[in-house]
């Protein structure tokens, strides 16, 4: 009864203006995913990583200048660019996108409007000429297979190998740091299955050899961590992830290929998940059959009708 009396006009008032700036700042963070807090933390002296939400860029400053991995979008491009404003007399000289995808590579305005270089690999083009997007920069430069950025005391090259994640993603060799950067397509907490079981993005065709090619890039340039595109708490991973991942996905050709041969995929292009050997899967991250069914799925549909 007391609590019942307590509630005057003025109190309801206050409790109406406190649910509905509640129900805002749910709805800004469900609408605007960008809407979140962004970290920076350095890595080494020269090689920064930011983190917002789910996604993570980098950072290179150079005595010549600084390059961005991946803006990720206006927000985070403004919080780079006060950043390095205040902490740095070089300004922003290179913004390389990873890959076509646009939740990484919008915002860039801020530092195009300084004269910053944007580079893209060739197979980007589809994506990103002719304004597609007006938040998303079209870059400068589309480069073939590699692409070298000098920033004086630091060196990035950008290595492509074929289509992967998308068409176009790329791996950012990082010298002297002996640093490669993928987003995307490894995780840093070791060999796992994927995000989106679907695999909307994923190119089996030329998958494997992509993973193949970035081993040897890593072995030829005494490379032993990599960076991923994910804000996961290791922000280093071993660089045999690479081979391990390269093996999950060949265990998932090889048992599709097998299905295939043995006739245990039905019209849809599910495997008969009791027919297969669950066991070699369960050491990947995120082990979840349903999941494999779906992977596989995308698997037997690339066998059957390359697709
Ligand atoms: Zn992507």
């Known amino acids: 009864m007391e609590v019942l009396l307590a509630l005057t006009p003025q109190y309801i008032n206050k409790i109406k203006h406190g649910l509905l700036a509640i129900m805002a700042f749910l709805l800004m963070s469900i609408y605007c995913p960008s809407w979140a807090e962004v970290t920076i933390e350095k890595l080494t002296e020269d090689v920064l990583v930011f983190d917002q939400g789910e996604n993570r860029g980098l950072l290179i400053i150079g005595n010549k200048g600084v390059a961005v991995i991946d803006p990720l979008n206006q927000q985070v491009a403004m919080e780079l660019n006060e950043f390095i404003t205040k902490n740095y007399k070089q300004g922003v000289t290179h913004v390389v996108y990873t890959h076509s995808h646009w ?22 083009r589809l994506f990103l000429s ?15 297979r590699t692409y070298v950025i000098e920033l004086g005391n630091q060196t990035i090259e950008l290595s492509y190998f074929g289509p992967s994640h998308g068409e176009c993603l790329i791996a950012v060799q990082i010298q002297p740091a002996r640093l490669l950067f993928v987003a995307d397509l490894l ?50 991973g071993p660089i045999e992830t690479i081979s391990k991942q ?26 008969a998940m009791d027919k297969i050997d669950l066991e070699p899967f369960r050491k990947f991250q995120n ?21």
């Open 187 to 236: 995780n840093t907490k070791g060999p796992s299955f994927p995000n989106d079981p679907t695999l909307p993005y994923l190119r089996p065709a030329t998958l494997i050899s992509v993973l193949s090619a970035m081993e040897k890039l890593a072995e030829a340039n005494d490379i032993n961590s990599f960076i991923g595109g994910q804000s996961s708490t290791n922000i280093l």
């Open 103 to 124: 939740d990484r590579i919008t915002g860039g305005e801020v530092f195009k409007k300084q004269g910053a270089k944007f580079i893209a690999n060739k197979e980007c």
């Open 246 to 271: 390269r093996e999950f996905w060949q265990l998932v050709q090889s048992t599709a290929e097998e299905a295939e041969k043995n006739g245990n995929v039905d019209l849809n292009n599910f495997i």
């Open 130 to 144: 002719g304004n597609q997007n007006p938040n998303v920069v079209e870059p400068d430069v589309y480069f073939d």
């Open 287 to 307: 082990y979840n059959q349903e999941d494999l069914s779906n992977i596989l799925r995308r698997y037997t549909s690339f066998l059957n009708m390359g697709r």
